[in-house]
């Protein structure tokens, strides 16, 4: 079975800074797709980002880009100028080609601060 | 443009009760999925349907029942309220669109206390 660890439960940034939130996860497969996802305190669920393990080129989408290195099976996160509305719990999440069973981290609280 | 909608928002039962929690989709998805949230452990799968007529079970089915009632309907069904039930429920879908992407698209979730 797929894992996907996330080891930092909380983190925080100074407004137009930049941080980076981790991920881990362990599979077997070789073809596989990687999301992050936004739960502000509303409680919906968004897209960030999301990154196919064949592609090497790393996913960008605006201030929000992945490192992520196949061999090492990690797959974080960066939040370039970071903004107030970022404030928000980050999912990290995996899920197998063609497959219907996404498997989610524990999540990292990110607050950013004025 | 609704998405997925969750009924109801919130809810509170008595052990032992029963109650089902519905979620409708007007995207034209074929997948669509429930997922439970608790503090430090993430989302998990309760159940999933890869489409019309089918369903299966995910990371942590005991205690629930699920039906896809047509292309747009997956309801939860809770036959006897436990407190290790108490969570806040997410209903989500997917689909094809222009292509598959993975994504899933959450309804704004469902809290449910069990005393």
């Known amino acids: 079975a797929q894992t996907v660890t996330q080891s930092q439960p909380e983190m925080s940034v100074q407004e137009a800074e930049t941080v980076t939130l981790s991920c881990t996860y362990d599979?077997?497969?070789?073809?596989?797709?990687l999301f992050w996802y936004k739960q502000p305190p509303s409680r919906q669920m968004i897209l960030v980002i999301r990154?196919?393990?064949?592609?090497?080129q790393n996913a960008t989408e605006n201030r929000f880009s992945v490192n992520f290195q196949k061999a090492a099976k990690s797959f974080s996160l960066k939040i370039s100028d970071s903004q107030l509305g970022d404030t928000a719990m980050y999912f990290c999440?995996?899920?197998?080609?063609?497959?219907?069973?996404?498997?989610f981290g524990a999540g990292t609280r990110l607050t950013v601060k004025p | 443009n609704a998405g997925v909608t969750q009924t109801p928002k919130f809810q509170v039962l008595k052990t032992g009760q029963s109650m089902t929690l519905q979620c409708a989709q007007d995207?034209?998805?074929?997948?669509m999925y429930w997922y439970r949230q608790d503090p430090g452990m993430g989302l998990r799968l309760i159940y999933y349907s890869a489409s019309e007529g089918t369903t299966d079970k995910g990371e942590v089915p005991n205690g629930y029942n699920v039906s896809r009632l047509n292309k747009r309907e997956f309801s939860l069904r809770l036959e006897s309220a436990a407190p290790s039930q108490t969570s806040v429920y997410f209903c989500?879908?997917?689909?094809w669109g222009t292509g598959w992407t993975g994504e899933l698209f959450f309804g704004e979730g469902s809290r449910l206390t069990v005393l």
């Open positions: 999440a995996f899920m197998k080609l063609n497959n219907n069973d996404m498997r």
């Open positions: 599979t077997s497969e070789s073809n596989y797709y």
């Open positions: 989500a879908s997917s689909g």
């Open positions: 995207m034209n998805h074929n997948s």
């Open positions: 990154q196919e393990a064949y592609k090497q």
